[in-house]
């Protein structure tokens, strides 16, 4: 089997030529994630094989009598186990949700790439209920790094990451409630693309904190994630990069920036240098209410608050099928009153009138999308404290953009041989086709060197 490694521009290039069919790639991938799962991987909780190759039959039968939907068309990708699939159940990777009914009709977002003409490959692995930015699973078992076998992939889309990185999709759809998408991009040497949550349906979806979720694309390049957004958003396709001479970029020390890894500083601090040589501004500001975040969320935020109202039933009746380091989480937001709630999102209001106000004279705000690298899996298990305070840092960063409403890129900024170092290219509300367009120049400009 030939190795693929294509973007989805290349793969659409092969099947307009006839270089490849929709059934003979998705024979392939299938056949990858079969093999990965008999050599004990667990990116996919469950594979629609069958099914898979129909629509891939369909999408052949339906381009050779000129009919191609998007640049989507008879392109498999996958689906995170918490979006309904019409027929399937959406178990959110937990043993609690195993029984449920099946869903009754598509998630929007699965519509939307059905409509696109994707092939729909299974349903991925991910960090129980979303709840945590390492990827592990107790139930499903935990994929692995595809780089270093003994790291993490990331979560909580961490079946996704590993499914685009080897080959067994390409592209994945994820949600991003606070670094979920980014994250495991940025492990796994991936791009990922968390979007202005209001661009993206939830509706069909197991949600985590409604304030703070969205849903997006981990896929090899920044095309192919402007590619699966426009068909996701309904909306175009994000246009040219843009010259980056005269681009204003911004970064911040204060909060973000403390804390990192030496190799992630290197890689982040390269990629600067690079943007400067290309003719862009490149400047420091101060961001210092960004070091109020730990204590506005020091009783679980949003994501306690909002998990607790919609698991208090399920957790009553299940809570011994739990990953019992979600259950935990989850349940400080059983701690928190109305008038909490009522402060958290009084705070979230501040922090974002206060971003417009520091983000204004910028094109995009630069930061590492993971402070640190991928971590390794036998201590996160090992031991509670260690999980606990490696989460919180893995997730520190992305988490920012989440709370401000915003949207961020990870692009892969690391030197080859190195563990891979995610770049995020962020922005706030509203502001998807810039950022996109601003990644499209940036990912050119950082594999040029």
């Known amino acids: 089997m030939t190795q693929l490694t294509k973007t989805i521009r290349e793969l659409a290039s092969d099947l307009a030529a006839g270089r490849i069919t929709s059934v003979a ?41 000129g009919i191609v939907a998007s640049p989507l068309a008879g392109i498999p990708v996958s689906i995170k186990d918490l979006f309904d699939v019409k027929g399937q159940t959406s178990s959110a990777a937990s043993l609690a949700l195993a029984d449920a009914p099946p869903a009754e009709t598509d998630a929007p977002a699965v519509a939307r790439l059905r409509a696109a003409g994707a092939v729909l490959l299974g349903r991925t692995n991910m960090s129980e209920f979303a709840f945590s930015g390492l990827g592990l699973n107790p139930h499903y078992g935990t994929p692995r790094n595809p780089l270093d076998r003994e790291r993490v992939a ?22 991003d409630t606070g670094g979920s998408i980014r994250i495991p991009s940025a492990f796994c040497g991936l791009t990922g693309f968390k979007p202005t949550a209001a661009s993206v ?78 003719g862009a501004l490149v400047e420091q500001f101060d961001f210092p209410e960004l ?47 109305a008038a909490d709630y009522i402060d958290l999102l009084d705070a979230r209001a501040r922090l974002i009138a206060i971003a417009q106000q520091r983000l204004a004279p910028f094109d995009a705000w630069l930061m590492p999308s993971v402070a640190i690298l991928a971590p390794q899996v036998a201590a996160l ?31 892969p900024c690391h030197a080859d041989g190195e563990l891979p170092v995610g770049l995020g290219i962020c922005a706030l509300a509203g502001e998807d086709a810039r950022v996109l367009r601003i990644g499209r120049a940036v990912e050119a400009l950082l594999g040029a060197q």
């Open 25 to 65: 790639l998705t024979q392939q991938m299938l056949a990858r994630a079969e093999a990965h799962r008999s050599q004990g991987g667990h990116a996919y909780v469950s594979l629609d094989g069958e099914q898979a190759l129909a629509e891939a039959r369909a999408s052949d039968a339906a381009r050779a009598a």
């Open 154 to 175: 990331g979560g909580s889309t961490s079946g996704g990451a590993v499914t685009v990185a080897l080959d067994m999709a390409a592209g994945a759809l994820g949600t």
């Open 201 to 278: 349906s939830l509706h069909g979806t197991v949600p985590l904190s409604r304030s703070l979720d969205s849903a997006g694309p981990i896929a090899r390049s920044v095309d192919c994630c402007a590619v699966l957004y426009a068909a996701l958003s309904d909306q175009e396709i994000a246009g040219d990069a843009p010259a980056l001479k005269g681009l204003r970029f911004g970064f911040t020390a204060d909060y973000v920036g403390a804390n990192v890894d030496a190799q992630v500083r290197q890689a982040f601090d390269r990629a600067l240098d690079q943007l400067r040589a290309a």
């Open 291 to 337: 070091l109020e975040l730990p204590t506005i969320n020091g009783g679980g935020g949003l994501v306690a608050a909002e998990a607790w109202h919609w698991h208090r039933a399920l957790l009553e009746e299940k809570g011994a099928q739990y990953d019992q380091r979600v259950a935990a989480r989850i349940r400080r937001g059983q701690q928190q009153g």
């Open 381 to 411: 298990e090992a031991d509670d404290a260690t999980f606990f305070a490696t989460n919180g840092l893995v997730l520190r960063n992305a988490s920012v953009i989440n709370f401000l409403d915003g949207c961020a890129l990870s692009l």
